[in-house]
Each structure stands twice: as C-alpha cells, then as structure tokens.
C-alpha cells in the first residue's frame, strides 16, 4: 500500500509500505494492505512504518525519520497529532 506522511512544512515521507501502526486516541492501532476504509484523529507519538523494502541510501531521509537498528526495513516518524485516512490501499497522513 502506498503511505504519505505530509506536514505543513513538507512532505516527510513517501512509499509503498507493509503495516502502519498509529498512536489513536483510543490507543495505537495498525493498519494492513486492503484495510477497510478509515479516518482517525491520532495523538502525539511515533508512527511505526514496516517498508516494503530497505530505504536506499540515496534517499533523502526527512530528519523526523528514525530507522530502526535492529530491523532497517522499520521507520519511526515522530508526531505531535494529526489525523489520518486510509482509502484503496493510499493512506494519508496529516501531521503536526
């Protein structure tokens, strides 16, 4: 499925990816290819993201990007809330 990560500054990141899991209101939640479809107000925290593949190392990597040392193909954005939809396999997220 395709992610976009986009703040009012910029867009952080952009790819196809496995699962997202996200810091809800009600508790972090995770979504898979052919999820339903769903919007939902997110809350301060990271957004977990399973890559499709391992980033390049000539990707521009966004400074809000933490990839993680034990598995590269696991990248932690930090937000500060947001809201996120989720459509045809293309989520979107609007974040602080």
Known sequence: MQLEIITPEAK???GEVDAVQFP????SFQVLNNHAAII????????KVNLSQVLDEEEKIDAHIKIDSADKKIIRVGIKGGVVEMLNNKVIVLAE
């Open 12 to 14: 952080i990141f952009e």
């Open 24 to 27: 809800g209101l009600d508790g």
């Open 40 to 47: 939902s107000a997110l809350v301060a925290g990271d957004v």
